[in-house]
T-cell receptor, first 114, second 112 residues
């Protein structure tokens, strides 16, 4: 069966510090991968998606970046965090090439920028 | 992508049936109406999806009228553990990348 992992679960970082969040998927090949952010009391905002290794598309311009160094690994990074980067970060995957209407979400990382 | 409108919050009691209505006046021909559930501090979870008429699974039922301008998620005999945020989305049927647009959803609170 497929599983998705995210770490760390929680993170407190000072303004201006770097960020690296990691997401890995097991049990599937060539998944579509996604990064979402959810601010307190808000809906989910799609940040990045990837349909293959090294292929990254950005939905919202910001000081975050994403990379996909391996088929089932997705990394969210920042060189300098802002207070507005605080939120709940969710990684998700969907089936790559087959018809699919469902995304599977990870447990999330709660980031607090102080 | 279809814009959806749903109530901000709903309250219910254990054992009652809960119906959450979603409006999607501009839903596209190839959009499926899709519902996700999100518990606090967890990622959303797919619960049901349909195109027309009625769909039922072990979690919920989804009613979609012929004009597809609205849909109703029905949760039978809710329990405290059904307290969550429920999102209604219009999701195109296609392969490859899919962009999910989550609104603020409906916050359901189930009380004893």
């Amino acid at each position: 069966s497929q599983t998705i992992h995210q770490w760390p679960a929680t993170l407190v970082q000072p303004v201006g510090s770097p960020l690296s969040l990691e997401c890995t998927v097991e049990g599937t090949s060539n998944p579509n991968l996604y990064w979402y952010r959810q601010a307190a009391g808000r809906g989910l905002q799609l940040l990045f998606y990837s349909v293959g290794i090294g292929q990254i598309s950005s939905e919202v311009p910001q000081n975050l970046s994403a990379s996909r160094p391996q088929d089932r690994q997705f990394i969210l990074s920042s060189k300098k965090l802002l207070l507005s980067d605080s939120g709940f970060y969710l990684c998700a995957w969907s089936v790559g090439i087959q018809l699919s209407r469902e995304q599977y979400f990870g447990p999330g990382t709660r980031l607090t920028v102080t | 992508l279809a814009k959806t409108t749903q109530p901000i919050s709903m309250d219910s009691y254990e054992g009652q049936e809960v119906n959450i209505t979603c409006s999607h006046n501009n839903i596209a021909t190839n959009d499926y109406i899709t519902w996700y559930q999100q518990f606090p501090s967890q990622g959303p979870r797919f619960i049901i999806q349909g195109y027309k008429t009625k769909v039922t699974n072990e979690v919920a039922s989804l009613f979609i009228p012929a004009d597809r301008k609205s849909s109703t998620l029905s949760l039978p005999r809710v329990s405290l553990s059904d307290t969550a945020v429920y999102y209604c989305l219009g999701l195109p049927m296609n392969t490859g990348f899919q962009k999910l647009v989550f609104g603020t959803g409906t916050r359901l609170l189930v009380s004893p």
